[in-house]
């Protein structure tokens, strides 16, 4: 089968004004495309995400030996499952001090439709963050 040469770039929806974490430290952020969450992703062979995670306030900083962030996906949409894709490691700056919690990720495409969601823990427990995300799907 022939396919077209196609791709598609998503910029995520940046968070809410206000997205803290919990006590813990920890926050889940679904990765969403004006509100919506499921994207078709049948025509493309791999995905490739990038992120960025850091606290509004210049007072805070991010731990990167502690701070954990993973990508879930969910595949069906009749079904609110949610698999653990990976483990994004840090993309660490040789003398920044973790002011933000950078990484990337390509993954193959595993179904017609997608919803991804980031799940981080090992950040300041209830602060504020902000993230950022966007993937590049290829066919």
Known sequence: MIRPNRSLHLNFDPTAEIFATDSGGGFVFPLLVDGNGDVETEPFDEV????SVWHPSGQKTID??????EL??????????????AEIEPVVAPYGGGETFDGWIVLPVM???SAWALV????E???????????????
């Open 120 to 123: 981080g823990n090992g950040f």
């Open 64 to 69: 990167l030996d502690r701070a954990y962030l």
């Open 111 to 113: 179904a017609s439709r």
């Open 125 to 139: 427990p209830r602060t504020r963050i902000q993230v950022r995300a966007s993937a590049y799907l290829v066919a």
């Open 72 to 85: 879930q996906g969910a595949f069906d949409p009749e079904e609110d499952h949610w698999t653990k894709l």
């Open 48 to 51: 490739r995400f990038v992120f």
